[in-house]
């Protein structure tokens, strides 16, 4: 056993995993840019009251959830590690006024996360989301924008059925009312609630809908739904959501028990899930509108709406179909017949890596041909071999593939290497 692990619910990204994330990171990018989200980078960590305003204090991801950073002094700041971006963004629009330009503002980040959650087959308590955030724009066509953006994202990603889920879950008009006949509901069943929940029904009942206790699934299965008790204006919303989706060709579920496990969502909601996921605990991906978010966090009422889509879910989905992505390999390795030439190697390397290729130089003092194997064994197409032509002016460049080798003058070798990499312009 070694003496040191990753702490638990958290791993290192080796280099084939990383290069999976890579991947992924480089589509989100992509389509984030195309759609017109700019990237935004937030602190790791914020006053803990961004979050407990923000996700709200009666839910899991606070409650339970938070990683607090211990004070260092009796009157430091209380801090935590962000569990998910849109507080922090949203604070971010406050403190820096964006709301004085163009709405909506498009915001996007990608990044590490950190919930304090029960480590356990696809959660982990340090993961990454792929997060979109607009802020300015009260839909409806935005949120349907949205949402075939994250389909877009699995499709492009090579995740194929992904299901996406959709709720309203209204606004402070229409959701009080519909808040007080869920808490009737439980009530009149109270002595079946587990102690947590018991504990809620009385702080945020609308907390029990999601609940992850298996205790509660036949108790939400008769709750009352909040779309059948929508105010007009929510309803309408709703309504042309769906006509937005519709009009893009989109399949979607509705799902009345979708609230989503955080306190700031008013009206649309939405999940994205694995194809064929019944019974399945893990979204892959989840968002909605919060259209109370800007103002709670001290800006001015301004609706906005957005996504968080969990990469390492992404992944393992993917892994699962075995289509796992392969690390970058070198284009060549420069090799040479006298092993203790490696400032020579070096050299040429350093001219290729110049003219932007990928190259390695072998810096051991092995025999030539150690040095091919290990070249071969790095994935490398080509080996670039010094030896006593480089007096010439010339190597060999071999072709490790077909075991074939021609002399290369060395004033020729950045633009034939360019070629065969594929990027000649
Ligand atoms: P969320 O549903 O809490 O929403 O998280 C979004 C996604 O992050 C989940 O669907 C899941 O894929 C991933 N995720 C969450 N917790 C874990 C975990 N412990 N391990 C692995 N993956 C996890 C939000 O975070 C909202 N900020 C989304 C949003 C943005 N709403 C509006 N704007």
């Not at 914020?46 to 009157?75: C, H, S, Y």
């Not at 069943?189 to 509660?216: G, V």
């Not at 991906?285 to 957005?306: F, N, S």
Request: glycine content about 10%; overall charge negative; some cysteine.
């Amino acid at each position: 056993m070694p003496t040191f692990r990753a702490p638990r619910g958290t791993r290192d990204l080796l280099p084939a995993e990383r290069a999976g994330f890579r991947r992924l990171e480089t589509i989100a990018s992509d389509l984030a840019r195309r759609y017109g989200y700019r990237e935004i980078e937030t602190p790791l960590f914020e006053q803990t009251a961004v979050f407990e305003r923000g996700v709200g204090e009666v839910t899991d991801v606070v409650e339970k959830e938070l990683f607090r950073i211990a004070p260092r002094t009796d009157d430091s700041e209380s801090w935590a590690l962000r569990p998910e971006p849109t507080a922090g963004i949203v604070r971010a629009y406050v403190q820096h006024g964006l709301q004085t330009l163009p709405q909506p503002v498009k915001l996007t980040l990608t990044g590490p996360m950190f919930r304090y959650d029960r480590p356990q087959a696809g959660r982990f308590r340090q993961f990454w989301q792929f997060d979109v955030e607009a802020i300015g724009d009260p839909g409806p066509a935005i949120d349907a924008e949205i949402i075939e953006l994250g389909r877009r994202f699995y499709l492009d990603a090579g995740l194929d059925g992904v299901e996406i889920r959709l709720n309203s879950i209204g606004d402070p008009a229409c959701r009080p009312a519909y808040v007080a006949a869920l808490a009737d509901h439980y009530r009149s069943s109270a002595a079946l609630l587990p102690p947590l929940e018991r504990d809620r029904l009385e702080r945020n009942p609308l907390r029990l809908l999601d609940s992850k206790d298996p205790a509660m699934a036949a108790l939400n299965a008769t709750a009352p739904k909040m779309t059948d008790r929508l105010c007009d204006p929510c309803a309408e919303h709703f309504a042309s959501v769906k006509d937005h989706l519709d009009a893009l060709g989109i399949d979607f579920v509705e799902e009345p028990s979708l609230v989503r496990g955080l306190d700031y969502y008013t009206r649309t909601a939405f999940e994205f899930w694995p194809a064929g996921a019944e019974g399945q605990q893990s979204a892959l991906g989840g968002g909605g509108r919060y259209d109370g978010l800007v103002a709670l966090l001290g800006g001015k009422a301004t609706p906005g709406i957005g996504f968080g889509l969990g990469l390492d879910r992404v992944i393992l989905a993917l892994e699962a179909k075995g289509a796992a992505v392969a690390p970058a390999t070198p284009l060549a390795v420069v090799v040479g017949a006298d092993p203790d030439a490696t400032a020579e190697r070096l050299r040429i390397a350093t001219i290729l890596r110049g003219q932007g290729l990928a190259v390695q130089a072998e810096l051991g003092r092995r025999k030539l041909g150690r040095q091919l194997e290990s070249a071969v064994k790095a994935g490398a197409q080509f080996a670039v071999i010094v030896g006593d032509e480089l007096e010439t002016g010339h190597v060999a460049l071999r072709d490790l593939d077909a075991a074939s080798q021609k002399p290369v003058a060395l004033a020729d070798l950045p633009a034939l290497l360019r070629r065969k990499a594929g990027t000649a312009e």
